[in-house]
C-alpha cells in the first residue's frame, strides 16, 4: 500500500467547492513528485503526460482519482476539461 501524502485529501473537497476545474489542478494543491512517485513513474515521463493527458491509460487516470477520493465520472470530467484546454493550446 502507498504511503498516502495528506494533501490527497484536499482534492475532493476542493473539487466539491469549485476550486478544481481540471486535471493539472490537482498538482496545484498535490506536487507531481509526489503523485508520479505513488504511481511508480519516473516524473519527466509524467510531466510529458500532464501535457498530453490524452496519452494517460484510462488506469492510470483512475489511479490518480482513488488516490485523491475522486470517482470515475469525476476524473474524466477533469481530464476532458484539460485536454480541451491543451488542445486549444496545440492550436496556436
Not at 52 to 63: D, G, H
Not at 71 to 83: A, F, I, R
Amino acid at each position: 500500500m502507498v504511503n498516502r501524502d495528506r494533501r490527497y485529501e484536499l482534492i475532493s473537497v476542493l473539487f466539491k467547492e469549485g476550486k478544481i476545474q481540471t486535471f493539472n489542478d490537482i498538482f496545484v494543491f498535490v506536487p507531481k513528485t509526489i503523485v508520479a512517485t505513488n504511481m511508480g513513474k519516473k516524473v519527466d515521463r509524467f510531466t510529458l503526460l500532464m501535457n498530453r493527458v490524452e496519452k494517460f491509460t484510462l488506469e492510470n487516470i483512475f489511479q490518480i482519482g482513488k488516490l485523491c477520493d475522486l470517482g470515475e465520472s469525476q476524473m474524466l470530467e477533469l481530464v476532458m476539461k484539460e485536454y480541451s484546454i491543451q488542445k486549444k493550446k496545440n492550436k496556436k
